[in-house]
């Protein structure tokens, strides 16, 4: 296996586990959040969904200066919506690593946006997996505090 398809089953592992927990919120705590500061549940599922957009951006050394997000002023209709919307980007995202040589994964340096770190872009694109495993403990928190049995994401 290349280095890319081994990053590509890791992404696509943690989204899959992602999405089993994103799948047991029902609509009634969608808006859910567990205080003044946090993101609602259903904006967690899109903030990491839509994060797909802008890495695929980043790692392929667009700009970032004019970002806009697809997702802007789209309504919350459901996670399977959220999910179905975000397909094509998260495709988009993937068949752009998969075209990465295991060269550009240890030689390429991204800089992030964000916080101006330098990454070699192989840990760059295990840190994404990070983020969204992040968020993956933090919307778990979440069904434990709305007093939710979470769906088993070990299988």
């Known amino acids: 296996m290349t280095q890319s398809e081994l990053i590509i089953l890791n992404l696509t592992e943690i989204r899959r586990r992602s999405v089993i927990l994103w799948k047991g919120l029902p609509e ?3 808006l859910w959040k567990p205080d003044a500061k946090a993101m609602t549940a259903i904006a967690m599922v899109r903030h990491v969904l839509e994060a797909d957009y802008g890495w695929n951006i980043i790692i392929n050394n667009g700009s970032m200066a004019k970002y806009q997000t697809p997702w802007q002023n789209r309504p919350y209709i459901s996670v399977a919506d ?3 919307f975000a397909e094509p980007y998260r ?5 752009s690593i998969r075209q990465f040589s295991d060269r550009e994964l240890n030689e390429t340096e991204i800089i992030h946006p964000g916080n101006g770190a330098k990454k070699n872009l192989g840990k760059y694109l295990l840190r994404i997996g990070y983020h969204e495993a992040v968020h993956a403990g ?7 505090a ?3 049995k979470p769906p088993a994401i070990w299988d």
């Open 28 to 30: 009634s705590y969608y």
């Open 82 to 84: 959220e999910i179905e």
């Open 146 to 148: 709305m007093k939710m």
């Open 138 to 144: 933090q919307f778990l928190s979440y069904l434990r």
């Open 91 to 95: 495709n988009a995202f993937l068949e």
